[in-house]
């Protein structure tokens, strides 16, 4: 198999000797059927199965979780149809690395061999040089493979995507992190050193990253052990696996996106889970009384006015106390959100009133309520027939406040729960008024 930095390294992992490969390279799959958790790509009716079955690849974008089996995947693709191998990482290298490898490939595609491009990394490729394999890909000289962590929708161009099929890998499940660790022993020829509790603490340890876990059970053969490690003494041993989590990608979108719907369908254990998620793995916890203070307005609003003033007295006690005792302030507004009756009725309003404003900006408000700072304007009527409500009986005057060539508008439309119920009320008892003003105002 061809290698972009054949030249700059001394060995290939498969030319090392054995006992200074990793594990996980080790054990690295030799056909398509041994590649585990991944099924619904790699087996007959996946996407995947199909192709090798036809003998003809095209290029795709393997998307999902690190150590879910990409580079093993697009290895045994190449073997699988007969197609030369590169691999580069998008991290190492650049245009010129990349001019050479297409030039190669020219080559080898006249003599009749095709090549498959593996990319790792590939959304590490800023927007210019996504677009250089344009060419390539769309000519045939290259089927190309790129594998990423990150959502393609998000990293990848549009006209990459559209010559390029996106497959999901899934995080490996139990079942395959068990089928991973029973193949570590088979090649290690003994039992890992674990009690069954602390196997199944090890496997949840791993979160779904079968690289992670084989170095975990590396790292348990590789150190003596007299009796079996329990949970207790596994976890004095081994770290779990850090919480994949970037601030500005997807997984925090995704994380932020479940809390606020979690809070929506009034599910506090769901809320509070998704909030821990994100504290703990290192989340802004500003951002998030931000986006707590947001939802406060958007989706209770006026069914209960204290959600507003539950969310910013956490964001002015966590300004005071810090991490972690000012947590349990934003823990506090998350419940009182989550519990609290919703309506969206304030926001709706707001959309509304925003498109009428859009399109009757121009419009100027009856006289009656227009200021009259001067003598000119008081004389041409500005101010002219207002009439102060709390002189009117019942503080009510039932004045028109509209413009005259709009008619009156209904933006804002009571929920009936919570303390909207009452806002209902009220909103009918003075609609009730203003159409008694209006007959008396047409009799007389």
């Given at each position: 198999m061809?290698?972009?930095?054949?030249?700059?390294t001394?060995?290939?992992?498969?030319?090392?000797?054995?006992?200074h490969?990793?594990?996980?390279?080790?054990?690295?799959?030799?056909?398509?059927?041994?590649?585990?958790?991944?099924?619904?790509?790699t087996?007959?009716?996946?996407?995947?199965?199909r192709?090798?079955?036809?003998?003809?690849?095209?290029?795709?974008?393997?998307?999902g979780?690190?150590?879910?089996?990409?580079?093993?995947?697009?290895?045994?693709?190449?073997?699988?149809?007969?197609?030369?191998?590169?691999?580069?990482?998008?991290?190492?290298?650049?245009?010129?690395?990349?001019?050479?490898?297409?030039?190669?490939?020219?080559e080898?595609?006249?003599?009749g061999?095709?090549?498959?491009?593996?990319?790792?990394?590939?959304?590490?490729?800023?927007?210019?040089?996504?677009?250089?394999?344009?060419?390539?890909?769309?000519?045939?000289?290259?089927?190309?493979?790129?594998?990423?962590?990150?959502?393609?929708?998000?990293?990848?161009?549009?006209?990459l995507?559209?010559?390029?099929?996106v497959?999901?890998?899934?995080?490996?499940d139990?079942?395959?992190l068990?089928?991973?660790?029973?193949?570590?022993e088979?090649?290690?020829?003994q039992?890992l050193?674990?009690?069954?509790?602390?196997?199944?603490?090890?496997v949840?340890?791993?979160?779904?990253?079968?690289?992670?876990?084989?170095?975990?059970?590396?790292?348990?053969?590789?150190?003596?052990?007299?009796?079996?490690?329990?949970?207790a003494?596994l976890?004095?041993?081994?770290?779990?696996?850090?919480?994949?989590?970037d601030?500005?990608?997807?997984?925090?979108?995704?994380?932020?996106?479940?809390?606020?719907?979690?809070?929506?369908?009034s599910d506090p254990?769901?809320a509070?889970y998704?909030?821990a998620?994100?504290l703990?793995?290192?989340?802004?916890?500003?951002?998030?009384?931000?986006?707590?203070?947001?939802?406060?307005?958007?989706?209770?609003?006026?069914?209960?006015?204290?959600?507003?003033?539950?969310?910013l007295?956490?964001?002015?006690?966590?300004?005071?106390?810090?991490?972690?005792?000012g947590?349990?302030?934003?823990?506090q507004?998350?419940?009182?959100?989550?519990?609290?009756?919703?309506?969206?009725?304030?926001?709706?309003?707001?959309?509304?009133?925003?498109?009428?404003?859009k399109?009757?900006?121009?419009?100027?408000?009856?006289?009656?309520i227009?200021?009259?700072?001067?003598?000119?304007?008081?004389?041409?009527g500005?101010?002219?027939?207002?009439?102060?409500d709390?002189?009117?009986?019942?503080?009510?005057?039932?004045?028109?406040?509209?413009?005259?060539?709009?008619?009156?508008?209904?933006?804002?439309?009571?929920?009936?729960?919570?303390f909207?119920a009452?806002?209902a009320?009220?909103?009918?008892?003075?609609?009730?008024?203003?159409?008694?003003?209006?007959?008396e105002?047409?009799?007389?």
């Amino acid at each position: 198999m061809a290698d972009l930095f054949a030249e700059d390294t001394p060995a290939l992992a498969s030319e090392a000797p054995a006992e200074h490969v990793p594990l996980a390279d080790r054990l690295r799959p030799a056909r398509l059927d041994d590649v585990v958790g991944q099924e619904h790509l790699t087996g007959p009716d996946g996407a995947i199965g199909r192709m090798v079955a036809a003998g003809k690849l095209s290029s795709m974008i393997l998307w999902g979780p690190p150590g879910t089996g990409k580079t093993s995947i697009a290895r045994l693709l190449a073997d699988a149809v007969g197609l030369r191998f590169v691999a580069i990482s998008a991290v190492f290298s650049g245009v010129a690395d990349l001019k050479k490898l297409f030039a190669d490939a020219r080559e080898a595609a006249r003599a009749g061999q095709r090549t498959l491009l593996f990319v790792d990394e590939i959304h590490r490729f800023n927007r210019a040089q996504q677009d250089g394999f344009l060419p390539y890909v769309e000519d045939g000289t290259v089927t190309l493979v790129g594998a990423t962590t990150e959502n393609p929708s998000f990293e990848l161009n549009a006209a990459l995507l559209s010559r390029a099929q996106v497959l999901i890998l899934r995080r490996l499940d139990e079942a395959a992190l068990d089928a991973l660790i029973a193949r570590a022993e088979d090649e290690a020829g003994q039992p890992l050193p674990v009690t069954a509790d602390a196997r199944a603490a090890l496997v949840a340890s791993a979160d779904g990253d079968g690289r992670f876990l084989l170095n975990q059970v590396e790292t348990l053969f590789d150190i003596a052990i007299d009796e079996p490690l329990d949970p207790a003494g596994l976890a004095a041993l081994l770290h779990r696996r850090v919480a994949v989590y970037d601030k500005d990608r997807e997984g925090h979108y995704n994380l932020i996106s479940a809390l606020h719907k979690s809070l929506r369908g009034s599910d506090p254990q769901a809320a509070l889970y998704y909030l821990a998620r994100m504290l703990t793995a290192g989340e802004e916890p500003l951002y998030v009384l931000r986006r707590l203070v947001r939802f406060a307005s958007e989706d209770i609003g006026l069914a209960d006015p204290q959600a507003l003033v539950q969310c910013l007295a956490a964001k002015d006690s966590y300004d005071f106390l810090g991490s972690p005792e000012g947590e349990l302030a934003i823990v506090q507004a998350c419940l009182y959100c989550a519990t609290a009756p919703k309506s969206n009725a304030a926001y709706v309003a707001q959309k509304a009133a925003w498109r009428s404003a859009k399109e009757t900006g121009s419009l100027m408000p009856p006289m009656n309520i227009v200021n009259a700072p001067t003598k000119l304007m008081k004389q041409v009527g500005y101010g002219k027939g207002y009439q102060y409500d709390h002189d009117a009986e019942e503080g009510f005057s039932g004045a028109n406040y509209w413009p005259e060539e709009l008619s009156p508008q209904t933006f804002y439309e009571p929920s009936g729960r919570g303390f909207e119920a009452k806002i209902a009320e009220r909103l009918q008892f003075w609609d009730g008024k203003r159409r008694e003003r209006a007959k008396e105002q047409g009799e007389g």
